[in-house]
């Protein structure tokens, strides 16, 4: 099994920055795809951005040129700098990787616990 663990959430004014961190662990063999989503309230959740083993990205309309996406494939982390925050992306942030473990054959969707990043004055 693989484990994910967030970090890096909290409250910050609208214009300010925050970065966002995942750690995976557990039996892993290997990591494919990385990606962040997010659940703003009362919605339902969305595609943040993505970034595969190769390092090649994609993002929402809504946050390009504002945040970015990097992986470390030698510490099994994922990160979400995010800058000029808006009121609009106050949401859970949630981790997700796609990765096979010893011992259980196949590629399997994993998902972090949640970080809440709220954007207010």
């Known amino acids: 099994q693989v484990q994910l663990v967030e970090s890096g959430g909290g409250l910050v004014q609208p214009g300010g920055s925050l970065r966002l961190s995942c750690a995976a662990s557990?039996?892993?063999?290997?990591?494919?795809?990385m990606a962040w989503y997010r659940q703003p309230p009362g919605k339902q959740r969305e595609l943040v951005a993505r970034?595969?083993?190769?390092?090649?990205?994609n993002y929402a309309d809504s946050v390009k040129g504002r945040f970015t996406i990097s992986r470390d494939n030698a510490k099994n982390t994922v990160s979400l700098a995010m800058t000029s925050l808006k009121p609009e992306d106050t949401a859970v942030y949630y981790c997700?990787?796609?990765?096979?473990?010893?011992?259980?054959?196949?590629?399997?969707?994993?998902w972090g616990q949640g970080t809440q990043v709220s954007v207010s004055s």
């Open positions: 997700n990787v796609d990765a096979s473990s010893r011992g259980r054959a196949g590629v399997f969707p994993y």
């Open positions: 557990g039996n892993i063999f290997s990591i494919n795809g």
């Open positions: 970034i595969t083993s190769a390092g090649s990205t």
